[in-house]
């Protein structure tokens, strides 16, 4: 009887470590709120889990790695306060590449033009994305005007024969992109301003 009362003791305590190194995902949740309630970086987070994409599925268990997860004590954010910490995070990836000088097929420090800017943004959040703006019109799924997310890629029709032009949502009405006119990477107003108003075609969200 001792001997399976010890083994008894024993499951529970292992059944508790191996709780503890995982999460089950909620509705609202997005890899990088996870990622950041466990104090990670998205990119580590689907090294855990041996995931090649963001998606993730309501249900889905992930390890979290031990000693962050016993840390991590708060119940899931709810869906207002992700949006608000997600947003936080595509600004502080987008704003390490501002100020980069305006260059056709540019992708780095020395010049950037609109798909690199994007693709080097997402490439801090361990996502591959193509150098073309019309590569990129085919990730992800499409997002209406409406319910647009920090992170969601948004383009537009500059040169009159469809997709020419990528930025990213950074939230409040505001995108991140590399600018020819501007001649750099800025942020400024989407649907204010009346030359992207009257060019968008859509939005992708690439990120869960």
Known sequence: MKAFQTLL???ALCSGGAFAASYTVKPGDTLSSIASRYKLEPAQLMRLNGLSSTTIQVGQKLNVGGAQAQTATKPPAPVARTSTSGGAFIRTAATRF???RYALGGTGNGGIDCSG???RVFQQ????LPHSAAGQWRMGYAV????LQPGDLVFFNTLGRGVSHVG???GDGLM?????????????????????ASRYLGARRVLS
């Open 98 to 100: 501002l100020g980069i």
């Open 144 to 147: 209406n005007s409406r319910n």
């Open 125 to 128: 959040l361990g996502i591959k």
């Open 168 to 170: 990213v949502y950074v």
């Open 176 to 196: 991140a992109n590399a600018n020819s006119y501007q001649g750099r990477t800025v942020i400024e107003p989407l649907f204010s301003n009346p030359y992207w």
């Open 9 to 11: 003791v024993a499951t």
């Open 117 to 119: 800017f994007t693709m």
